[in-house]
C-alpha cells in the first residue's frame, strides 16, 4: 500500500495503514508530520470515529495485501496539500464480486465535486480488480451524496423514509 496513489487533476487519494488509521483519530498531528501535508480534522466526526473502529480490529485479522479494500483512503486536495476527506471500501468484494464504500469530506470543502472526483477514481481503481464487479454504497436521505452517486451513474437499488442503496456496476 506505501507506494500506491491515485490521482485526478485536482486530488490525490492514499489508502492508509494501520498505523495511519490510528493516528487519525489519535494524533492528526503525528499524521500531518508523517504524510508531510495538512489534515482537516473537521471531517472527524462520530462517524469517522465509529468506522475506525470498526476497521482497525477487521484489518488486524486480514493479510497485509487485503488491507487495501478495508482502509480508508485519504484525499488530499494537491494544491493546498491538505487532507480533505476519507473514503473506502468497507470489504473485499464478495462472492457476487460487490463491494460498499463509504466516504466523507470536510465541511469546508463539501459541494465542490471533491468526492464525486475521489470516488470516480477510488470506483475506477476497485474495477481493475478482478474480483470487483460492482461498487454499492448506502446514504441517509442526502441531497448532495445522493447527487455524488447519480453523478457516478449509480443505479437506485432501494429506497426507505431513512437510506437509499445504490449500485455501480462494472462495465466490461
Known sequence: ??????????LSLMPLSKEELKWTLASPKTLEKNLGIRF??????????RAIGM????????PPEKHIWQTYWLTILRE???????????????EAGISEIGYGIAPAYQNQGYMSEALRALVDWAFTQPDCLGVTATTVINPASNRILEKLGAALLSQDMQE?????????
Do not use: C, Q, Y
Open 1 to 10: 500500500m506505501d507506494d500506491l496513489r491515485l490521482h485526478t487533476p485536482r
Open 40 to 49: 482537516d480534522t473537521s471531517l472527524i466526526d462520530e462517524n469517522v470515529i
Open 55 to 62: 476497521k482497525l480490529p477487521k484489518m488486524a485479522k486480514l
Open 80 to 94: 493546498e496539500n491538505i487532507g480533505i476527506g476519507l473514503a473506502g471500501f468497507k470489504s473485499s468484494p464478495n
Open 164 to 172: 437509499k442503496s445504490w449500485l455501480i456496476k462494472k462495465t466490461s
